[in-house]
T-cell receptor, first 110, second 113 residues
Framework: GNSVTQMEGPVTLSEEAFLTINCTYT??????LFWYVQYPGEGLQLLLK?????DKGSNKGFEATYRKETTSFHLEKGSVQVSDSAVYFC?????????FGKGTRLHILP | EPEVTQTPSHQVTQMGQEVILRCVPI?????FYWYRQILGQKVEFLVS????????KSEIFDDQFSVERPDGSNFTLKIRSTKLEDSAMYFC???????????FGPGTRLTVT
């Protein structure tokens, strides 16, 4: 079946630190992969996406590369800011519905 | 920029009562979805809806749940007889076509007491 596994949180970093949030998936076929972000008290926003192997999604300084050989889609950012504090969800869509990981809460300290 | 809207933002109800959660998808979108997020847990798919029919539903979406598009703009989720475990944030989403990006609403927090 289809599933997403992402690293447990919370993750606490200092401002300007390098961020990696690991995500691996299992899927039949060739799903599209996503990272969604949920800021405190708000809904889900699409952060970035990749639709095929070796694609790199990027937005707001965040990047993730669709790695078919390792079934991974790790989220990275070179220098985090306090405003990046949120919950990050890795997700895939094999066709229609979205399957989410459990989410990783990120705290950035000033 | 067009957005998905949901009402109410917070609904409190007693166990056994019926609730209707409302969503207004983006106007030219054809596919509609409901997801839920129990506090502190992951977001789970409930149901997808296209052409006035349910396309797919999860195990969670049992006979207590129903969806409807009563007019050209609204998309509703009804829970017939709420249980304590239905307390969650419910998100509506819509997309232009199957497999396209889904746009999420801000959610309705349902509290069942």
């Amino acid at each position: 079946g289809n599933s997403v596994t992402q690293m447990e949180g919370p993750v606490t970093l200092s401002e300007e630190a390098f961020l990696t949030i690991n995500c691996t998936y299992t899927a039949t076929g060739y799903p599209s992969l996503f990272w969604y972000v949920q800021y405190p008290g708000e809904g889900l926003q699409l952060l970035l996406k990749a639709t095929k192997a070796d694609d790199k999604g990027s937005n707001k300084g965040f990047e993730a590369t669709y790695r078919k050989e390792t079934t991974s889609f790790h989220l990275e950012k070179g220098s985090v800011q306090v405003s990046d504090s949120a919950v990050y969800f890795c997700a895939l869509t094999p066709r229609d519905k979205i399957i989410f990981g459990k989410g990783t809460r990120l705290h950035i300290l000033p | 920029e067009p957005e998905v809207t949901q009402t109410p933002s917070h609904q409190v109800t007693q166990m056994g009562q019926e609730v209707i959660l409302r969503c207004v998808p983006i106007s030219n979108h054809l596919y509609f979805y409901w997801y839920r997020q129990i506090l502190g847990q992951k977001v789970e798919f409930l149901v997808s809806f296209y052409n006035n029919e349910i396309s797919e539903k999860s195990e969670i979406f049992d006979d207590q749940f129903s969806v409807e598009r009563p007019d050209g703009s609204n998309f509703t989720l009804k829970i017939r007889s709420t249980k304590l475990e239905d307390s969650a944030m419910y998100f509506c989403a819509s997309s232009e076509a199957r497999g396209h990006e889904q746009y999420f609403g801000p959610g309705t927090r349902l509290t069942v007491t």
